[in-house]
């Protein structure tokens, strides 16, 4: 399970642990991202063939740690070696290797020693990176800064190069700083625990990490961190919750409005199946009771019911003289009105069915000046309950 990790240094650690079968091990050797490979490499676990295939990887760092394996097959030693045109560091780990053939070893040891590989650095150990990879004569910290200036030195695969990356580099992405916080190695951690501007929970983290160093450095920067990163944030808190104030201030505002009683429609239960005849408020204020008691826990308690717990209301509002209220409950409902009905958002729709999906609510406003409306309802599940409600606008109380 860890091996499938989305962070490398989880997977290059199952990679180096020597309990893992050597399947698993053979199969994470085999990555593209050089890391992992190289803590591969490292496993005394290793089979010989695992050892051969990374004796033959693209990246030299691979190459050399695996050239120093025990497990490493002769043939595969001296396929490496062949030409002699491997870094003089990978061909004394041929040469030292106790798997290499004797007259191969004294032959690299030879020519390593008469300076045939120029001025290369034969001790360089890309674990421990010590020493230069690529030339002794220059100073080691030049080159590992010079490497730290590249745009991925982040994910190099010498901790050294990861170590310099961030301070290389004027400015560095969240994105990248997250990785390197999280590397496997002390010493980068502690190159970026003093960065501020990151999430607090980030800093939080690394003040509990296991190095000493990288906890301290955190815990130091913990308080400037927490107000560079808010200084920074606060306009984004604020246009997101600038949304939930003015629909939090809607809330109140309707929770405070006096809850004006909805008359109960005049339903005349003589009328034929699915025929029903209600009378509607007489006075505004009905929708903003009647719309609180739809949404609220709880079925409805005044106005007309519907199939499905859904819920019908109608009256005059301040702005438009007769209007519907449509609540609909565990399934959806298909609604015409006679006439012309205009929705909230201002559309207009003539004698058409509008569909009004489960759990959902909506006002019709009546654009004609009858004293009566009809309306078709249809449940999307049982059509067989449709009904049709004659509604009255009479200022007269039902």
Partial sequence: MLSFSRHWGVVAAVAANSSASPQLIGRLARRRDARIPMAAAANPALGSDVVAALLASPSVYVRGIAAAHQAAPADALRRLADGMNQPAWVLRAVAINPSCPSDLSDQLLTWITLGGLGGADPLFDPVRCTGNPA??????????????RDDAAYRHPLWRVRAMAAGAHQTVPLARLRELRRDPRPEVRRAVAGF?????RDVREMAGDADPAVARIAARVRSKNFRRYLKRRLPRIAVRLVPLALFSGVLIFNSIIPSAKVPTPAIDTTAPNGVLFASCAPSPGWLTAVSRIATGDGAPSTGLGLPGGGLLACGP????????????????????????????????????????????????????????????????????QAVAVTLSFSTSQP
């Fill in 135 to 148: 030339d002794a004569d220059i100073s080691a910290m030049a080159w590992y800064a010079q490497q730290a």
């Fill in 196 to 200: 501020i501007g990151v999430r607090p």
């Fill in 317 to 384: 509002t301040s702005a438009e003289p007769e209007s519907i209220f449509i609540s609909a409950g565990s399934t959806g409902l298909d609604v015409q009105a006679t006439g012309t009905v205009q929705l909230p958002d201002g559309k207009s729709y003539t004698n058409e069915p509008l569909h009004l999906a489960a759990g959902r609510n909506s006002v019709l406003y009546l654009l004609h000046s009858s004293s009566t409306a009809v309306v078709n309802i249809t449940p999307d599940d049982t059509p067989a």
